[in-house]
């Protein structure tokens, strides 16, 4: 894969520390897929929560508010849908470390990995095992996070298809309320939402915290793009991957 940056676009807010490298992780399409579906749960919760139990009282002949919230929560849907299917296309032409092997521990290493993070959340390690693009807990999670929103989609689009009954949309899922009811439909759409706020805390959370042990500049990535691995790590890391499939990497000391 082409090198996705140099060091010529791009302005660094930090410098790594001895002994680290600055290295070019999350490409372009990854950080957009990212904010995209940050701004759209925020906006399908708020916009949802209201569609189930409304919180504001409407004035006037003209105040319309559900429809306005509807309205929302359909454009932002659409939103939604594209940064997932965006994100899903990344995980086979992105590289090495946002690629789907990185999400599904499949490797005796990457398992071996996942089982040395327990320890490190469970309290009995005294510092995380370092890597460079997501750790195998944090993959996995994820998965489950993108699967999450992949149940959303379908039940969201389901029911939005019996009110619009739309010829296309009643085609592609005209079928699940047949298998499912769409008050169940309805229920697990609405739950999942409160399994993303649960795990938006979490995630803040231990993003900053290996941000903060690793040094490795975890929380100013997603807008960068690059985090600062130690330079051994780097080589043992490009030791197993393949030319096309590293990332540009830029030294500081």
Known sequence: MKDTATASNHTFWKDPATGQ??????????????????????????????????????????????????????????????????RIVWFFLGNRWVRIDQYIPTTRRRFRHLIAVCKYYGFMAWSPRGCIGHNPMAGASYMIVYTMAVVEIFTGFTMFAQVVQSPVLLFLFGWVPRVIDIQYLREIHFFIMFGFWMFFIQHVYTAALISIEERSALMDSIFSGYKFVPEEELAQEMGMASPENTAPVIKTH
Do not use: C, N
């Open 21 to 86: 490298v600055r290295i070019y992780v999350w490409e372009w399409p990854i950080r957009f897929s990212h904010w995209v579906m940050v701004v759209s749960i925020i906006l399908l919760s708020v916009t949802g929560y209201y569609m189930h139990s409304p919180y504001l009282t409407a004035q006037g002949h003209e105040a319309f508010v559900m429809g306005k919230m509807r309205f929302i929560h359909i454009i932002t849907a659409y939103a939604f849908l594209l940064a997932i299917a965006l």
